[in-house]
DNA sequence: TGCAAAAACTAATAAGCGTTAGTTTTGACA
DNA sequence: TGTCAAAACTAACGCTTATTAGTTTTTGCA
């Protein structure tokens, strides 16, 4: 009689949950199946019960989870001081961070939400419409600023989301290239493809100059 | 009785796709059944079996005309003359083309193919790699010109496709953003953000002219 | 109009799905 | 060691799946 063995949290219904985002992120939601999820930890479908409600409990704690980390952050982004354009970048490379740790689950989130139940789908999908909504405002105060070449705020956001959102590789990034080097041509592209380049030099020290977070 | 009412073209086969393709785009391949697929055609679901194979074939199809729509550009561009950045914008902008007017199809072919059957999911792979490694070339060959700002072409090349793919509202976008608009917008972010603005002024006429496709 | 082929139908298949019920095994503690 | 709850198991439910078989209807043409 196998078992779930239990991860340094002590949570079993962890175990199930990340052995799913593995599925999930390779076959897809509807794809998988409880019977899957069963044998990649080595126990029956029926054991999962005892730990989970649902396979739909499974996509929500993954969803929401994710999409909590990324609004913490935004807020305290938007509560720090100094330049937008080191703001927006400090946004971009926490994305770039979650893909590196978090990849299953950010891959999941960006691309089996729609399979949410409701009223979880309706509250993702105002929670993800809410959170670009911010960025984009961030953007525009960038614009307005003479710091970012203007742009539409919309087209900017989905544009800097998904370019990040799509590299395949984050999480196994030493094979191809390093990491960090992985993010700094990221952030370079996205940073000088928003930078308003028409401006005189003394703005560019400002520009450059990073943000502080208010712990 | 109800029945099937041939397109434009006279292939019934097509309205089935196309129909499917909707289906697909809106709720994933796997979460589509196929009297799903025949109810919004109208028929009952065995009926579709006199026009296709199976539902994966319906999957094949859209896929890989998607694949061969891109892959007979990318010839074109390699064989054109002009300025390497040039040739990105030309590829850059047939893709969003293609998002206007095949959006769904390139959703899917996007989102969908991990579903193909063997060895049909092979053979897409490769593709999909081969496109990639003619695209980074490309980028290479920018930067050895000094076109192109010293970048990874691997991340250079992702940050474009999954930028662009990203967009997920390219056929209702009327809405909140014109389409050239939006072209226009993204062309400019992902472009200047691959431009090596280190350069000189002389060679920046150079660069801002277009390639002439060799018909 | 009559005939053949195309294309629709109904009925049914075997397989797989998420989940429940009821039972047995396990592990921690008295 | 005996007890009890936690957690595993087997069996099965009702439902959905893609697809096939066999039949009826429709359509295009002589």
Redesign the pocket.
């Known amino acids: 009689?196998?078992?779930?063995i239990p991860d340094k949290n002590g949570s079993?219904k962890d175990v199930i949950v990340q052995s799913a985002a593995s599925l999930f992120k390779e076959k897809g939601y509807t794809a998988?199946?409880?019977?899957?999820i069963?044998e990649t930890i080595?126990?029956?479908?029926?054991?999962?019960?005892?730990?989970i409600e649902?396979?739909?409990e499974i996509l929500n704690d993954i969803c929401f989870r994710i999409a909590r980390l990324f609004t913490i952050h935004l807020k305290e982004v938007e509560l720090s001081t100094g330049p937008v354009l080191s703001k927006i970048e400090s946004i971009i490379r926490f994305h770039i961070s979650m893909m590196m740790t978090e990849y299953k689950n950010v891959y999941i989130s960006d691309h089996e939400w729609k399979h949410l139940p409701e009223p979880y789908l309706t509250d993702f999908k105002n929670q993800r419409r809410n959170y670009r909504s911010r960025l984009a405002a961030l953007l525009q105060k960038g614009i307005d600023k003479n710091e970012i070449t203007p742009v539409n705020t919309y087209v900017a956001v989905l544009t800097i989301l998904s370019a990040i959102g799509g590299i395949e590789s984050w999480q196994r990034s030493s094979k191809k290239i390093d990491a960090k080097s992985l993010e700094e041509n990221m952030v370079n592209i996205l940073i000088e493809g928003l930078r308003n380049h028409a401006i005189i030099n003394t703005d560019k020290k400002i520009m450059n100059q990073s943000i502080k977070i208010n712990q």
Chains 1, 2 share one sequence.
Do not use: C, F, Q, W
């Open positions: 009689m196998a078992k779930i079993k998988t199946s409880m019977r899957d069963a080595g126990v029956e479908a029926p054991s999962l019960y005892n730990h649902s396979k739909k």
